[in-house]
Every structure is written in structure tokens, then in C-alpha cells.
């Protein structure tokens, strides 16, 4: 069954008659749109891609599927003037705004407007046999930027200098770019799980946390490695080998017909017993496709079950103000009798000198 079919399969158990995408990774997804601007409106019978000038070559040659559509700056005027006779029409109403709401009342004047922001995202948590090979290629390039950038990696370079070098080896690689903005974070900044790189200069005797990812052909890869410069103390030791402990009985723990909160209660347990649960702030692990957050999650209120086909990170961490903070995280594909794990990079203790 094609994505097309599955959509409108979805649509007639919902009694859609129309439903208008407007997220770009979910125009991407059902479309093979890659461009800049368009949105999608299909029906149970017909599908419209509608777009601009400067994307209409690219539109008919990727989305050989759907009619397009020739407009301004303005679709909602565009649907308005194609007069769809459309008395149910599903849009994303965790992704439009109010006044483009207001607008796509006025395409579709006859029509019950019905919120459905999971219709689309729900049928992308299961990966394909197109895009998991596309995953595979993104984590490969992350895992060689990672085993590249530790060669030049040295006492004094600054994070923002880390992030730099990890984007420029990916790129190298076949990355079209980063997946978002890099967590690069020495010594005391590890506290912070988003701590984006800065200019402080990395110094001896401090982890470094390196979180990032590559977007190949669309598709997303996050990884975060904890490495440490010098000779670790007992307790930086034993917290790292905490975090991965954690990190390993989550990854045991991923498998179909679990829930997201069964996977993330099984590594938050091994830290919460060990004392540090209030230093364990945020869900195990996320989604990730054609955007780098996605769903289902692995965190404590996950009712979602996990299914065959399914891509999530596993990335427990232990934060602690005025001393660091580690994390580790490698991306799963969940089988049809557990998981594999995709990350390749090494994530026992790196030390550098």
C-alpha cells in the first residue's frame, strides 16, 4: 500500500473527505516534495500539489503523483478559487496559525474544518523500506564525523570550534547539513542538557558532551557521545558508567508491544536507585525521520506501543549544577522481536590526553 492509499485509508475511517497539509516534512512524506514552498490537498480521489513559479519543474518531476497547481505567495486564495465541494476537511492544527486558520476558513466556506495533527505524523512513525536505509546513511555519517573529529580534538579548542569541525566533516561526508543546532558542552555548561556550543575553550580534567546529527536526503540522525580530557576522578568514572548502564537497559528494553513509558521506566530505575533520579530532568528518547523530534517518545507519560518499523534515540543523562553533566545516545530501529542498534560510534569511556 502506497502512502497515498494508506492517507485516504485514514481519511475514510475519519470521514474526511479533503484534508490540506501545510507541514513541510508531512508534504515531503506523501509527496516526494522537496522544495521550498507548496502545500498538498488531497482528496479521496485526487491529490494537488500546490506550489510556486520558482518550484513547478522540481514539483512535476518528484510528485508525479499529485496535479500542480500554479499559485502566488497566497494558497489559501488558490484553494479558494479550485471551489472543492468538501463537507469534512481535516488540516494540522498543532502546526497552522490563527490567521492562516482563518484564511483556510474562507477556502472552504461549506466545510466542517476538522483538527487532526496526528493523522499524518502517525502514519510516518513507522518507517519504510525507502526511508530506513536513508536513516542508516545519515547515522553512518554521524558515527565517521565523530571518529573524525576526535583525531583533531585537543585541550584549548574552543566548543563552538568542536561544532564547527563536526558540521564541515559531516558535510564532507554527504550531510546536506546538521540536523539542529549542536550541543557542544565542557566542564560545568554539561549541566546544561541544551547547551549549545560557546566559545569556552575546553580545558583538562572535564567531559565534553557532543550531541548532533546529519540530514541526509531528507531524513535526520542524532547522536550524543560524553568523552573526558585527562585522567577521570573515582566518582566522574563511576556516573559515567551509570549513564550507560542506564542507557543499555533502555535500549534491552525497546520492543514491540512495549509502551514509551515501559522503555524510558527501565533506564530512569538504575539512575533513580542510584540517587540521582531528580539529576535525570527529561524523556529517555524521541522519534526521529524526516524531523529530528518526532513521535512516539520514550518518556513517563508515553501510553503509545511500539511498533516494527519505528526509529527513537535512547539517550538517558545525569546533570548536575556547578559540576557537568553526561549524557549518551544512540538511535533504534525497533524489529519485529526487539531492536537493532544503529549508532555505531564507541561509547565506552573515551579518554583524550
Known sequence: MTRLERMRQRMREESIDTFVVLR??????????????????????RSYLLTDFRYIEQAKEQSPDFEIVKTGHDHFMMMAEMGLQSRRVGFEGDFITFADYEKLKQSFTQAQ????????????????????PLIRQAVQIADKAFSEVLKSLEIGQT??????????????LGASGGSFEFIVASGIRGAMPHGTASPKKIKDGEFLTMDFGAIYRGYCSDITRTIFLGDPSEKQRELYALVLNAQRAGIAAVAPGRTGKEVDAAARKIIEEAGYGENFGHGLGHSVGLAIHEGPNFNQREERVLEPGMVLTVEPGIYIPDWGGIRIEDMVLVTEDGCEVLTQAPKELILLN
Open 113 to 132: 474544518l476538522i483538527s487532526m495533527p496526528g493523522l499524518v505524523t502517525d502514519l510516518r512513525s513507522v518507517k519504510d523500506d525507502q526511508e530506513i
Open 24 to 45: 513541510p516534512e508531512n508534504g515531503r512524506y506523501l509527496s516526494g516534495f522537496s522544495g521550498g514552498e507548496a502545500s498538498l490537498i488531497i482528496t479521496l480521489d
Open 159 to 172: 566548543e563552538e570550534e568542536v561544532g564547527l569541525n563536526l558540521e564541515f566533516s559531516m558535510r564532507r
